[in-house]
């Protein structure tokens, strides 16, 4: 084990010691950034409380190009960790924990590799990535920060992923009136028919975007995660909710898919809300998503950074690239590791990943 896997995994385990689970999201200014603020001599640090146990904090050293952003928090541990969550366990091959593939293994090394550096260096570490209330990003952003480039680290198996799908989550609502189903029946009478009408021309709306593509990446993902409504077998069902979500490509204009979904059918829904809006990477029209990704692709090959395919998760990178950086995604881990029981990241991983930022930094 190398002394800078050494001083990441020492990083690692206080990291993951501290409870940053959204939800709740009861993040405060202290904890976790008081600690990342004793680690980074030598940067000018600011931590900002954007409400709501939404934090981030920004460190930064010299005039570096490009910023790495990293999200503290993680999602909520399921009841099938066979030891607690927040004490880190190291085996043979890896290291165990809440947030240790996603992603506090790459924050651990950024740290790790500023405390052997001392080169320029940008980090703006956040705590409102796991569930829909987005405030950090957007938050900084709002300074027009001045960076050439910003890498994102989610687990991409040490690979740059220059594209990746939209996230939308629709909720929407069908009127019908009550009355007995014995009768025959009008195509408006029943709000649960309106919704399964609404849900078998949506899918074959999905269908024919087969075709479509971008960077490697196919088609339309779409799913109804929800359908509530009616009374009984025997009564008109006078109201439905039905809940779905779509992850289009980079180029899928996102608000002419969201009206071609509500005007599916007759008589179309009575409310139609848009609960998450994630953008897909990169962001823009044909010709600059592919600008975007190219300028990309040209960035990872001049850190040696090797490119991998596109994938289907959305991350925050989305953000950076609307507001006109050159972005891409990037950190230790597999995404089939992250959310599940004893999560875990493989120390192979977090070496290659530590010493290729150090790598960066200190050419710098």
Request: with cysteine.
């Amino acid at each position: 084990m190398s002394a800078l896997l050494d001083d990441t995994l020492r990083h690692l385990r206080a990291l993951v010691g501290f409870d940053t689970r959204n939800p709740p999201r009861e993040i405060g200014t202290g904890g976790i950034f008081d600690y990342l603020r004793d680690n980074l001599p030598g940067f000018d640090v600011t931590v900002t409380d954007y409400g709501a146990g939404a934090v981030t904090l920004y460190a930064v050293r010299g005039q570096p190009k490009v910023l790495f952003n990293v999200h503290m928090d993680t999602v909520p541990d399921s009841p099938h960790w066979t030891a607690s969550p927040h004490e880190l366990r190291v085996t043979a091959d890896r290291a165990i924990g809440l947030g240790a593939c996603d992603i506090k293994g790459a924050a651990a090394a950024l740290v790790a590799v500023a405390n052997v550096t001392d080169g320029d260096m940008a980090l703006l570490l956040s705590t409102d990535e796991e569930a829909n209330d987005p405030r950090c990003v957007a938050g900084f952003l709002k300074g027009k920060p001045a960076y050439d480039a910003v890498i994102v680290a989610e687990p991409t198996k040490g690979e740059a992923v220059l594209a990746h799908r939209g996230i939308h989550s629709v909720q929407m609502r069908f009127k019908g009136s009550a009355g007995h189903a014995s009768g025959e029946q009008k195509p408006s009478d029943s709000a649960l028919h309106q919704a399964m009408r609404w849900g078998s021309a949506a899918l074959d709306f999905v269908e024919r975007q087969s075709h479509e593509r971008f960077g490697g990446l196919t088609g339309l993902r779409f799913n109804i995660g929800k359908v509530e409504g009616g009374i009984k077998a025997n009564m008109i069902a006078p109201s439905a909710e039905v809940r779905f979500g779509f992850r289009p490509l980079p180029t899928m204009h996102p608000d002419r898919m969201l009206d071609a979904f509500r005007t599916l059918v007759e008589p179309q829904p009575v409310e139609f809300a848009e609960l998450f809006r994630g953008d897909s990477l990169p962001a823009g029209d044909t010709a600059t998503a592919e600008a975007r990704r190219l300028a990309a692709r040209d960035l990872a090959d001049e850190l040696g950074i090797p490119i991998g395919n596109a994938v289907d998760f959305w991350t925050e990178a989305a953000l950076f690239s609307a507001a006109g950086y050159i972005c891409f995604v990037y950190g230790p881990g597999d995404i089939a590791q992250a959310h599940t029981a004893d999560e875990w990241v493989s120390l192979a991983q977090l070496q290659h990943y530590a010493d290729t930022i150090y790598r960066i930094i200190d050419k710098s």
